[in-house]
């Protein structure tokens, strides 16, 4: 069974970076594509950014240009780098995985995703 956990959260100045890390357990990472998704309070959980198992990238257009996510599937980690960040990308912030997604990969809805962390919180504030 495939299990994931996020870590690399934490509280930023806006225009600040932050990199999140998924790592996996239980089974191979290149047997799966990764997707990150945000929620903030009071608002539906959301899209990010995901990566197919063969490496191709999709992202929301609120994060493009700003976030970039990368797989390492030797140490079996999927990388979310976030720069300029803003208040408005204050979240809790989830990573899961697809066993489907050779070529490319969904970042809505959140329903196409079968296993989930539990998730790790990004703070951007004065």
């Known amino acids: 069974q495939l299990q994931l956990v996020e870590s690399g959260g934490g509280l930023v100045q806006p225009g600040g970076s932050l990199r999140l890390s998924c790592a996996a357990s239980?089974?191979?990472?290149?047997?799966?594509?990764i997707g990150w998704f945000r929620q903030a309070p009071g608002k539906e959980r959301e899209g990010v950014s995901c990566i197919s198992k063969r490496g191709r990238t999709n992202y929301a257009a609120f994060v493009e240009g700003r976030f970039t996510i990368s797989r390492d599937n030797a140490k079996n980690t999927v990388y979310l780098q976030m720069n300029s960040l803003k208040p408005e990308d204050t979240a809790v912030y989830y990573c899961?995985?697809?066993?489907?997604?050779?070529?490319?990969?969904?970042?809505?809805?959140?329903?196409?995703?079968?296993?989930w962390g539990q998730g790790t919180q990004v703070s951007s504030e004065p």
């Open positions: 239980g089974s191979t990472l290149d047997s799966y594509a």
């Open positions: 899961a995985a697809r066993a489907s997604g050779t070529y490319t990969c969904p970042i809505s809805p959140r329903e196409e995703y079968d296993y």
